[in-house]
């Protein structure tokens, strides 16, 4: 299968109900302000992408709804409850789940024993979290005693995106998902991306390869120096990035 | 036969003790990934508790260790990870260990307040009774020892391999913003790894100091003791806890095969400075052992804030700036007197220690090599001063310089590839034998030595004043030139050196050579530092340069600012005031200060509003505007932002 033969269920935002809403969010690194007041709305069930160039802030904000960063002004709501001053760890448990830049695993534990911190999320038995991702990622099965940080970054990104597979998120955030890894690889974790749309999870997306978000996505924003420049449908933005990414 | 066997039995024994404290090592580096330097201090607190509970109020055995293990040390382990620790993750590969030595001087010195060092502290086992086997008699105590070190490592194994807690604890280290996106809480976590190694701790404190019924439990000893498992613990690479308990175990018998079989060869003298070093001569061993440490091209990226380099003529100005106050302070001091100390003598004092100073501001403020043993390079240059030439003589400086170079090139050659943890811990086991096998050996320093002063031809440095004066010039001279250092091509190979290790071998330097220079250079410093300090008093004798001392000195220019001439001088000023005018507070000044280090990385003097809160006259505001100031005059500088790669 194709990155362009992903089924992604057809959605109408103007009639769906949010299922993550960021408002007026400012944040700042030391005095250095990054995100300028970004407002933008998630729809349940949608497959948002935010694309700009490096350094326009989509990290940040990612990092800001994750918890991991707090922001200096603005809120951020999951559902319908305001999130910017719960902890990340109490954020994972309610239902966000936020795959970082990078590759979010433990380098430093075998594949088996990242797949039991998983079960922190709770509600999820070690066993049952095995059977689910060996079942999607056979390759991770053979290297079960294998340190994680050992492995290739396409089966590092693997181990890594498991964590949404088997925590049933609510809201999936992907922070450059295909970074430093070859296009079969990514087509291959684009197409479980496309798995969890199906099942109505709602994902924001962030990337720098906007072909590929885009084939995904029902949704789509363009972030330029810390806010949210242009917002629309997947074909409507593909053509906006191009002009953005030229002139930065 | 029968006492091989003896030999044998005793040596496993001596190794399952030296197992509990290794494992104990191994369990806080796993979940912190910080080695403790207070390990063994915290062991001494829980032996000296358990001496305080069962030998001196009589409590019943059960709840002295229930208080201590189960309450005491989980408190204890508690609030040091709150204060001290939690800032630490992503910190430079220095701070951990400053943060840690710090504890350890802390806990030594509480510990010296509350439990008089003249006083006898003698423990009965917790279980009495022995039995007989194989024409061998062996007490039930020592087979509770064994049995505690082998149930411990089995269940620690499982604890960290096979359930969700104990890989939740190893995790943390790995990444702790990933393991809150998981849903568990890092800092709970870092505090329940925190927790657990505090209890090893203590209990290997206890059972260590159950060992020492003969001798009875001392406070040094007691800290010191757990160094035995120091080896250990680095050869389980601070994480397999199954190959540091049989480390422990083999070094235990090889230690009992050394003491019983080869040193009674040995003179007397010889054979206590040997067995008194053996710790740290296996320590040495396991470091030299270690694999080389692979380079890495991307590490953690930790912001340091670094002084702004004053120019030459910043430079040369303060020199003389300084020069001329100590003029002043010459004349003004000449003949003041506080409490029987001649206050010129101490300024001589800190003008020697703030060489010292100097020399770690070159060799862990710019190229990043963690030292604690550069009083041992002192100490040598003491030494050699009191011995060349009759005493007080140039060729004492030149010895003291060269030898030490030399003393420091061979301590670094071994190590430079290890990663910084690992050459602390050489400088720690080199500064330790040194101090137990060298410093403290009756033929050598005795009852004190006598050097006298410098004698140069048509000059005269009897008086105290001149003395005085000629070391400040000295003092002046040694930092224009660590400034100088730092300006050049070699300063700029330093800090990039500590920068990034990896990026420095890749344009095609050489690691090896830089840091066997720079660490032949502050040896050397230090050495001369030596010689200078003996001159002062005319004598010199062994506890101006032990351990201790020499930690607590790394820690107050740490306190200050390691990047720093100025840092350098006030940290000499500071441990020589406290030593004279209140030494037991020594410990406690340095250690309460290092509780600023864990939040401030780069000391007193890199906190960022000091410059505006200082009224002095060469305060400057910086040319680029923002709010840091400039104390270019004596070497105090703005503190500028600049990323450096972390371990």
Not at chain 2, 119 to 138: A, D, E, K, T
Not at chain 2, 579 to 600: D, E, K, M, Y
Request: hydrophobic fraction near 50%; charge should be positive; include cysteine.
């Amino acid at each position: 299968m194709t990155v362009a033969s992903i089924p992604v269920p057809e959605l109408s935002p103007a009639t769906l109900s949010p299922a993550l809403a960021i408002r007026a969010v400012r944040a700042s690194y030391g005095r250095i302000e990054v995100l300028h007041g970004v407002d933008l709305t998630v729809p349940a069930g949608s497959v948002f992408a935010l694309l700009g160039p490096n350094g326009a802030g989509k990290s940040t904000l990612l990092k800001v709804i994750s918890g991991q960063m707090r922001p200096t002004a603005g809120e951020v709501v999951i559902g319908d409850k305001p999130v910017g001053k719960l902890p990340t760890e109490k954020l994972a448990r309610t239902g966000l789940c936020s795959i970082p830049e990078g590759r979010g695993i433990f380098p430093n534990l075998t594949v088996r024993e990242n797949l039991r911190i998983w079960t922190y999320r709770g509600g999820l038995s070690v066993k049952s979290v095995e059977e689910q991702t060996y079942a999607t990622f056979p390759r991770l099965s053979e290297r079960r005693k294998q340190l994680a940080g050992t492995m290739s970054g396409g089966e590092q990104q693997m181990l890594a995106i498991s964590r949404a597979l088997v925590t049933d998120p609510k809201v999936l955030l992907l922070d450059e998902l295909s970074m430093g890894l070859a296009p079969l690889i990514v087509s291959e974790l684009y197409e479980l991306v496309g798995t969890l749309a199906a099942q109505g999870k709602t994902i924001l997306l962030v990337e720098q390869f906007v072909t590929t978000a885009l084939l995904v996505a029902t949704r789509a924003a363009i972030m330029v120096h810390g806010k949210i420049q242009q917002e629309g449908t997947p074909s409507d933005m593909a053509t906006a990035a191009l002009s953005v990414y030229l002139s930065s | 036969m029968t006492s091989f066997l003896q030999y044998t039995i005793f040596g496993i024994i001596l190794g399952a003790g030296f197992a509990i404290a290794a494992t104990g090592l191994v369990v806080t580096y796993t979940t912190s990934g910080v080695f403790n330097f207070a390990h063994g201090a915290v062991g001494m607190i829980a032996a000296f508790s358990y001496w305080e509970l069962v030998a001196n109020h009589h409590v019943p055995v059960v709840l002295a260790l229930v208080i201590i293990l189960l309450i005491g040390a989980p408190i204890a382990g508690a609030l040091v990870e709150r204060v001290l620790m939690r800032r630490l993750h992503g910190a430079t590969a220095e701070r951990p260990i400053m943060v840690t030595l710090g504890l350890l001087v802390i806990l030594t010195g509480v510990a010296t307040i509350v439990w008089s060092p003249k006083n006898q502290y003698q423990l009965s086992p917790i279980v009495s009774g022995s039995f007989r086997q194989v024409s061998i008699n062996l007490q039930y105590q020592q087979v509770l020892t064994i049995g505690i070190a082998i149930a411990l490592v089995i269940g620690l194994r499982f604890l960290f391999s096979s359930t969700r807690t104990g890989v939740g604890l190893r995790a943390v280290v790995d990444d702790p913003g990933l393991l809150a996106m998981s849903g568990a809480s890092p800092d709970a976590m870092s505090q329940y790894g925190w927790i657990l190694g505090f209890v090893m701790a203590a209990l290997a404190g206890v059972l260590l100091a159950l060992t020492q019924e003969q001798t009875g439990i001392s406070i040094v000893a007691m800290t010191l003791l757990v160094v035995n498992g120091y080896a250990a613990a680095i050869v389980g690479r601070l994480k397999n806890i199954p190959v540091t308990f049989i480390a422990a175990i083999v070094i235990g018998l090889l230690e009992d095969y050394i003491i019983y079989y080869a040193l009674p060869h040995l003179s007397q003298g010889l054979n206590s400075d040997i067995t008194l070093a053996l710790p740290m001569v296996f320590l040495f061993i396991a470091l030299v052992m270690l694999p080389s440490v692979r380079l890495r091209a991307v590490g953690r990226l930790s912001t340091v804030r670094v002084p702004r380099m004053p120019s030459g003529k910043e430079s040369l100005l303060g020199g003389v700036a300084f020069f001329v106050l100590a003029v002043i302070a010459s004349v003004v001091l000449s003949s003041a007197v506080v409490r029987g100390t001649n206050l010129l003598n101490l300024g001589g004092e800190i003008m020697a220690l703030g060489i010292v100073g100097l020399s770690l501001v070159l060799l862990t403020g710019y190229s990043g090599q963690v030292s604690l043993c550069q009083f041992s390079f002192m100490g040598i240059g003491a030494f050699l001063m009191g011995k060349v030439a009759g005493g007080g003589s140039l060729l004492g400086l030149v010895a003291a310089a060269l030898v030490c170079a030399v003393l420091g090139a061979l301590v670094a050659l071994p190590t430079l590839r290890l990663r910084a943890l690992y050459f602390a811990l050489a400088t720690f086991a080199f500064a330790d034998a040194v101090d137990q096998g060298f410093f403290q050996d009756s033929r050598v320093f005795g009852g004190g030595i006598n050097v006298g002063r410098i004698v140069l031809p048509g000059l005269s440095f009897g008086g105290n004043r001149s003395e005085f004066l000629l070391l400040s010039v000295i003092f002046v001279l040694v930092a224009l030139l660590v400034l100088t250092i730092r300006r050049s091509l070699f300063g700029r190979r330093l800090v990039a050196m500590s920068d990034s290790p990896a990026a420095y071998a890749t344009v095609g330097l050489n690691l090896a050579v830089t840091k066997v220079a720079v660490f032949a250079i502050a040896a050397a410093l230090a050495g001369i530092a030596g010689g200078l300090y003996a001159t002062v008093n005319g004598t010199v004798g062994s506890s101006d340069f032990d351990f201790f001392s020499g930690i607590i000195f790394v820690l107050f220019v740490t306190v200050w600012s390691i990047r720093t001439v100025s840092g350098a001088f006030l940290a000499a000023v500071t441990f020589v005031v406290l030593t004279t005018f209140w030494s037991t507070g020594l410990g406690l000044v340095a250690g309460a200060g290092i509780i600023l280090i864990g939040r401030a990385a780069s000391g007193i003097l890199g906190i960022d509003r000091l410059s505006t809160l200082l009224p002095l006259p060469w305060v400057k505001r910086a040319s680029g505007g923002g709010d840091s100031g400039t104390l270019a005059g004596i070497g105090i500088t703005p503190m500028g932002g600049e990323a450096r790669v972390a371990g």
